[in-house]
């Protein structure tokens, strides 16, 4: 095992990923930039060392500096956590370079999977359905209209190198056609420093399931089941659950094996997820993307499968086999994940960073978890995700797991700046999430305007 590792993240992300080396006997190196000095992350680790000022782009996106720190501090390895690098090709093969383990896929998996267009030609070659759309990228309106004018409205734009919810547009009708692609192009260029885009049918009313797969060095590859994570905002992610009640025993081994399937065709290592789009309607289900790291919502995944996915990672990538076969993993009840976010539902989520004046977290009881990086007297800094902590609960079913949910949040006090708890908790005691009735376009379309109007 290594003897040290080097956690290239901050924040909730990072105290977890601390905790898992902890348990396993494996010191950890925090970085930090000028902002986060006094952080949680910070505190815990064996070693710390500052790579940076607040801004992100001269710290947590630092390539130079964290590898520095991970040479200064001896560190064998380095977890990415999610966001930031953890799907930089290019980082992964300086790590490579600099003989320094990067917990995570390969930099050429990384790229297979991490390009849009390219990643559906090998879902195609592994025989996962895809959705009509573009065969390779796209790059101006007028190539636009003509292969949207093909599949058929609504079509969706998305960003060839995209993720989280960037680069992304519903276009109706030929008519908001080229405003949005001009529009979309222009985002994905700030965003990713890459324009290219390109366009699939949409499916609606959808589902957005997605599956955690594992695979080690020796050619293993197992499923941790599905997540729903259909409960988002502007293709932002609010709260997830596993098992979905959307989906069937039958379903459920189609959409897994199509996942291991995909897994096993591009050769994956370590924790992924492969995203996929279900029309409830046909019951047909279409690759969505898949994200080559942790996710934030891995949580909910190791309370029903009771599979440790940090500590796994770090197994995998120290050349160990998966500690577990398929045959092994048992699913047991149901869980919800709540993010807990600084902003301010009523004027648009608008991020409220701010000094914590006092806190109490929920806990006690079976089956409930916070992860959190926050504590009294801490300031949420104005430069990073609004993202502050993580509720996640585990019942016996799906009610079980919603009553112990409400409690938990009921519970959640933060003082000193405005949080969503209490959106979130209006939003489990919605009769159509109790029903398990919604889908991708519930919380913008129905569940908001309704929300808003209380006051």
């Known amino acids: 095992m290594f003897n040290k590792i080097l956690i290239a993240n901050r924040g909730e992300i990072a105290v977890r990923i601390i905790r898992a080396a902890r ?121 636009a209209l003509e292969i949207a004018n093909k599949i058929g409205y609504p079509v969706m734009l998305k960003a060839s190198a995209g993720g989280g919810g960037k680069g992304i547009r519903k276009v109706s009708s030929a008519n908001e056609l080229v405003a949005a692609f001009e529009s979309a192009t222009a985002e994905a260029t700030a965003a990713f420093g890459n324009g290219a885009m390109f366009i699939e049918r949409m499916i609606s009313p959808t589902r957005h399931i997605e599956v955690q797969i594992l695979g080690d060095s020796y050619g293993h590859i197992v499923h941790l089941g599905e997540r729903d994570c259909s409960l988002q905002r502007n293709n932002q992610k609010v709260l997830e659950e596993s098992p979905s009640i959307a989906v069937g025993h039958t379903l459920r081994d189609k959409m897994t094996a199509a996942a291991v399937r995909a897994a096993a065709h591009v050769g994956y290592e370590n924790a992924g997820t492969i995203e996929f789009l279900l029309d409830e309607a046909s019951g047909n289900f279409y690759f969505m993307e898949m994200n080559t790291r942790v996710q934030v919502e891995h949580p909910v995944t190791e309370f029903v499968s009771g599979v440790d996915i940090v500590k796994e990672q770090i197994r995998i990538a120290d050349g160990e086999e998966l500690s577990v076969r398929q045959e ?20 648009n989520f608008a991020p409220q960073p701010g000094k914590i004046t006092n806190l109490f977290l929920p806990s006690g009881g079976v089956g409930l978890r916070v992860d959190s990086a926050m504590y009294t007297g801490y ?23 919603l009553m112990k949910m409400q409690r938990a949040l009921m519970e959640f006090e ?41 006051d």
Not at 330 to 346: D, L, S, T, V
Not at 418 to 429: G, K, P, R, V, Y
Request: glycine share 8%; proline share 4%; with cysteine.
């Open 23 to 143: 348990e396993l006997g494996v010191q950890t190196v925090a970085v930090y930039s000028e902002a986060d000095k006094e952080a949680l992350h910070v505190m815990l680790a064996d070693e710390a060392i500052c790579i940076g000022p607040a801004r992100s782009a001269q710290s947590y996106l630092n390539m130079n500096n964290i590898l520095e720190a991970a040479v200064a501090t001896g560190a064998q390895a380095i977890h990415p956590g999610f966001g930031f690098l953890s799907e930089n090709s290019k980082f992964a093969r300086l790590c490579e370079e600099m003989n320094i383990k990067f917990i995570g896929p390969s930099a050429e998996v990384m790229d297979m999977m991490g390009d849009k267009i390219n990643a559906r030609a090998e879902m195609i070659k592994a025989g996962v359905p895809v959705t009509p759309g573009s065969e390779g990228e796209v790059f101006t309106s007028k190539e």
């Open 328 to 347: 092994d993993i048992q699913f047991r009840g149901h869980a919800i994940e709540c993010r807990i976010n600084a902003e301010n539902p009523k004027f």
């Open 379 to 401: 300031t949420i800094p104005p430069y990073y995700d609004s993202m502050i902590a993580k509720v996640i609960v585990h019942g016996e079913n799906r009610f079980e797991a």
């Open 414 to 454: 933060v003082e000193g700046l405005t949080t969503n708890i209490d959106f979130q908790l209006e939003l489990i005691a919605d009769a159509n999430v109790i029903a398990g009735d919604y889908d991708t376009s519930f919380l913008g379309n129905t569940f908001l305007p309704k929300y808003l109007a209380e």
